[in-house]
């Protein structure tokens, strides 16, 4: 079974819509990260979290909100989806700090319309 | 400017050959310097970490050019299951932030 785990896979929705994206670790790591990706751009962080009572912006956390339920389970939030949130999104862990290896979910596909 | 930029290529080069790429970044503070690896539509996954002296594992073998802010990876005898994309990742700006390069592409063909 996958350590890192995202549902769902792939998504469409509509724009305004509210949509859930939840991420789910077997590794025991504290902590944890959601990014997006577009074509041509690297990853970008949106949220991490240090344990379960540490949640922290990242560079792109506009129009995204988390929460972090239990040291396993990280989910992200778009309150009210626009277009240009159509992206790759993943999910990470790391052991320790963002400098050690991170552990990467498989991503969900979400479109947009 | 992009914290890590990458030429996107693609590098296209037959089985058995040697592929070398660079990245440069922006930031001089940075201190951890990574290649993650990332198949199509999959998600990226440590290559291996880069060290200042160089480092090699395999028919890998990275380098650290801090004075010109450049991270390299060489691909020697390239394989078919090469093919992918190589993102340069960088720690910082910031202490709890890595950057991600927006990756360079190989296809290794037969």
């Known amino acids: 079974d996958a350590d890192v785990t995202q549902t769902p896979r792939n998504r469409i929705t509509k724009t305004g819509k509210r949509i859930m994206l939840e991420c789910s670790q077997t590794k025991g790591h504290d902590r944890m990260y959601w990014y997006r990706q577009d074509p041509g751009l690297g990853l970008q962080l949106i949220y991490y979290?240090?344990?379960?009572?540490?949640?922290n912006k990242g560079e792109i956390s506009d129009g995204y909100s988390v929460s972090r339920q239990a040291q396993a389970k990280f989910s992200l939030s778009l309150e009210s989806a626009i277009p240009n949130q159509t992206a790759l999104y993943f999910c990470?862990?790391?052991?320790?700090?963002?400098?050690?290896?991170?552990?990467f979910g498989p991503g969900t596909r979400l479109t947009v319309l | 400017r992009k914290e890590v930029e990458q030429d996107p290529g693609p590098f296209n080069v037959p089985e058995g050959a040697t592929v070398a790429f660079n990245c440069t970044y922006s930031?001089?503070?940075?201190?951890?310097f990574f290649w993650y690896r990332q198949d199509c539509r999959k998600e990226p996954k440590l290559l291996m970490s880069?060290?200042?002296s160089g480092n090699e594992d395999g028919r890998f073998t990275a380098q650290l050019n801090r004075a010109s802010q450049y991270i390299s990876l060489l691909i020697r005898d390239s394989k078919l299951s090469d093919s992918a994309t190589y993102l340069c990742?960088?720690?910082?700006?910031?202490?709890?932030?890595?950057?991600f390069g927006a990756g360079t592409t190989v296809t290794v063909r037969a």
């Open positions: 979290s240090f344990d379960v009572k540490d949640i």
């Open positions: 930031n001089s503070a940075s201190q951890s």
């Open positions: 880069v060290y200042s």
């Open positions: 990742v960088v720690n910082g700006p910031g202490e709890y932030k890595l950057s």
């Open positions: 990470a862990t790391s052991l320790g700090g963002p400098t050690d290896t991170q552990y």
